[in-house]
């Protein structure tokens, strides 16, 4: 305990540190990777993870808005949705509506487009995209996202259709 603490408390400094520089530099908001985040218990991220967390989203938070990224996360998102971030994006595995309803009405939301989808026809593409949107209700706060990065393999013009259908569906503040 004491080694990890020592660790976590070292990378917590460096990460405010490197986060305080990007908003220095002019960034608008801030996101948080925590991409191996899923593999935890949420008894393990309670106590090894998440008071480090607390500490870098309360030191950001005066200057931007800050986003909380993890994957595989379901069990722990009421718990993430206390980490003191903005929003909190979550990937494919639970409707964008629950996965809500488990954070809670004051935290943003990003996401929940299976990046892998995009590799299907455009018909599920567009049915997918129209599913999330449906469950967001225009609900403020929400960023369209994938649910992860785009797979190499994304055809450019998939993408370009789905931000096309967001545009239609007016679902796309510039």
């Known amino acids: 305990p004491e080694t990890w603490h020592a660790l976590m408390t070292a990378l917590t400094e460096v990460t405010i540190d490197y986060l305080t520089e990007q908003v220095r530099a002019g960034a608008d908001a801030v ?5 191996w985040l899923g593999l935890l218990d949420p008894v393990t991220y309670a106590d090894r993870v998440l008071p480090y967390t607390r500490r870098i989203f309360a030191a950001i938070a005066p200057m931007t808005p800050s986003i909380h990224f993890s994957t595989g996360t379901v069990p722990l998102l009421r718990q993430i949705g206390t ?3 903005t929003a909190v994006s979550v ?3 639970l409707a964008i509506d629950e996965a809500w309803r ?7 939301i990003q996401g929940n487009l299976d990046p892998a989808l995009l590799l299907a026809p455009w018909a599920a593409v567009e049915l997918a ?11 403020p706060g929400h960023i369209f996202n994938l649910g992860h990065g785009i797979i190499p393999q994304t055809n450019p013009d998939t993408l370009a259709q789905v931000v096309r259908l967001l545009h239609e569906l007016g679902q796309v503040n510039e």
């Open 102 to 108: 488990l954070l809670g009405p004051d935290i943003g």
């Open 83 to 85: 980490s003191g971030c």
């Open 31 to 35: 996101q948080l990777f925590d991409s």
């Open 91 to 93: 990937d494919w595995r």
């Open 129 to 139: 995209t129209r599913d999330i949107m449906g469950r967001i209700k225009g609900r």
